[in-house]
Each structure stands twice: as structure tokens, then as C-alpha cells.
């Protein structure tokens, strides 16, 4: 038996009224999945802190090893690793609660469907060109600390999106009909931004702020910081207008007409 809190409900009301699909009680399923989304609530939240606490533990292990020259943005990458670690897991624990209620779940969708033309043109940029621009400095400055503290920061960015895609998208979806299913689809199109690419150029920003970057690549890294980020807006506006609107289906209970305020028309009374 699914159950949801009324938190959910409310979220799940809002959530289909802004794809056209208005409702006075969605359907449990319906309002299990997007439930999902609130990721730092209850339990979500306290996995949150944990997930801090070791990445904190991570990074300050990193900093010490390679010490003085290093990019100044290795803290916003850790942190970038606990929001996104933290919020996969907690979709996942969601939804092993009512995966069993779910009779026959809908197989995955093939990848490159799920991820798109933008989202796969995104990877390769904020990779390929942080793989270059990091060999550049390494052989062309004498910043090799900052190259190759940066280039382990990128390879870790690597690990963390591959782990997270690849559990969302081998993933069944659980759905039990049509509405269901759209609204699964959408949903994890959203939740590829868990794993974003916007997350290896974003700290960038960092050492923008203090002054850290090579000599002669100031230009250089802000060329990659403006292309990763113009990609992931065109990707995420892409999977948006995509999801915007749903199909035909049974979403929950027909909204209930609001009765507005009552007129009174009895007859005045006269005054004694």
C-alpha cells in the first residue's frame, strides 16, 4: 500500500496544475513520485549532513595532499559531490518504499533518449575541455599544483555524475499507466540535474573571485566556464518545454469547485 504525507499531496497539486493537468487528490502513485522530489526533508535532510560531513572529511584530505597552489574551488566541488550523492540517495530510498507496490514498472527509456542532444554535448565540453585546458597549464605555466589538483577534481566530477547516471537511467520507472508514466518521464528528466555538468565548471567561479587562475588563462577558463553553463541552461530549457505539458490521463480526483462566498437574500429587517 503506497502511503503519502499531505506534504506530498500539496507538492503533487502544485506540481500538475503547472503542466495543465489540475486536480483535487492525486493519484497515490502520482503523488509518491513527485514526493520523491523533496529530497532535503525528514530523513533526506539528515542524509544531507552526513553525506557533508564526509565530503568535508574528503576535502579537507585532499587540500592537505597537495597543500599550497591548488585550485582555490576544491571546497564548492565537494560540496557540489554531497548535494548531489545526497540527493540520488534519498529519491532511491523513496522510492524503494512503494516499488514493491507497483505491479509491472515500465522498463528504462534508452539513454540517449532520457539524456539528450544538449545534455551529452555538455559532457563532452565541461570533460574534454577541462582534460585539455588542465594539460595546458600543467605543461604550458608553472602552475602544475593548481593543473593537476584541478584535473583529480574533474576526474572525481566524473566518478560522481557516472555513478548517479548510471543507477537513474538503468533504473526502472515505476508506472502503472499512462499518466503515471509521463509523469516518471518528467521526473527524471529533472533529476539529470542531480548529476549536472554545470557542476565541474561552476566552482570555477571561485577562483575567478580570488584571483587564483594561471597567468594567461583567465580567458581561457572563461571561455569553458560560459559554454558550460550556456549549454546546461539550452539542455535543462530543452527537457522543461519537453515535460511542460502532459498527455490525457487519470491524474487524481477532478478538482473540487470553489463554492465562492454565499450571497444572503433574505429580506432586510426592519429597524425596532
Known amino acids: 500500500m503506497i502511503i503519502v ?16 493537468h489540475p ?30 560531513l564526509l565530503a568535508y572529511g574528503a576535502g579537507v584530505g585532499y587540500a592537505a595532499l597537495f597543500g599550497s597552489g591548488i585550485t582555490q574551488s576544491w571546497f564548492v566541488y565537494f560540496l557540489f559531490f554531497a548535494l548531489s550523492l545526497s540527493s540520488w540517495d534519498t529519491v532511491r530510498l523513496r522510492e524503494r518504499d512503494f516499488r514493491d507496490d507497483v505491479a509491472a ?26 582534460f585539455a585546458l588542465a594539460g595546458a597549464i600543467y605543461f604550458g605555466t608553472t ?36 499518466a503515471s508514466l509521463a509523469v516518471a518521464r518528467a521526473l527524471r528528466a529533472e533529476a539529470l540535474y542531480t548529476a549536472s555538468p554545470a557542476m565541474v565548471v561552476t566552482p570555477l567561479v571561485l577562483d575567478f573571485l580570488l584571483h587564483s587562475v594561471p597567468p594567461g588563462f583567465t580567458p581561457w577558463l572563461g571561455v569553458y566556464f560560459a559554454a558550460g553553463a550556456l549549454l546546461q541552461i539550452i539542455g ?37
Not at 506530498?8 to 500538475?16: G, N, P, T, V, Y
Not at 486536480?23 to 557533508?52: D, E, H, S
Not at 514498472?105 to 577541462?130: C, K, N, Q, T
Open 5 to 20: 504525507t499531505a506534504r506530498e499531496q500539496d507538492e503533487a497539486r502544485r506540481w500538475l496544475a503547472r503542466r495543465g
Open 23 to 52: 486536480v483535487g487528490r492525486p493519484t497515490p502513485l502520482i503523488a509518491a513520485l513527485i514526493g520523491t522530489r523533496q529530497a532535503f526533508r525528514g530523513r533526506g535532510m539528515v542524509r544531507y549532513f552526513v553525506y557533508m
Open 105 to 130: 514498472p515500465h522498463p528504462p527509456d534508452p539513454w540517449w533518449r532520457v539524456l539528450g542532444g544538449w545534455y551529452l554535448v555538455s559532457l563532452v565540453l565541461v570533460f574534454g575541455g577541462g
Open 143 to 178: 602552475a602544475r599544483t593548481y593543473a593537476v589538483s584541478w584535473l583529480v577534481l574533474l576526474v572525481l566530477s566524473g566518478l560522481v555524475i557516472g555513478w548517479v547516471l548510471a543507477r537513474l537511467l538503468r533504473s526502472p520507472l515505476l508506472a502503472e499507466d499512462t
Open 236 to 272: 535543462y530549457a530543452v527537457h522543461w518545454s519537453r515535460h511542460r505539458t502532459l498527455p490525457p490521463g487519470h491524474y487524481g480526483t477532478p478538482p473540487v469547485p470553489d463554492p465562492g462566498t454565499p450571497a444572503d437574500w433574505s429580506p432586510p429587517q426592519e429597524a425596532r
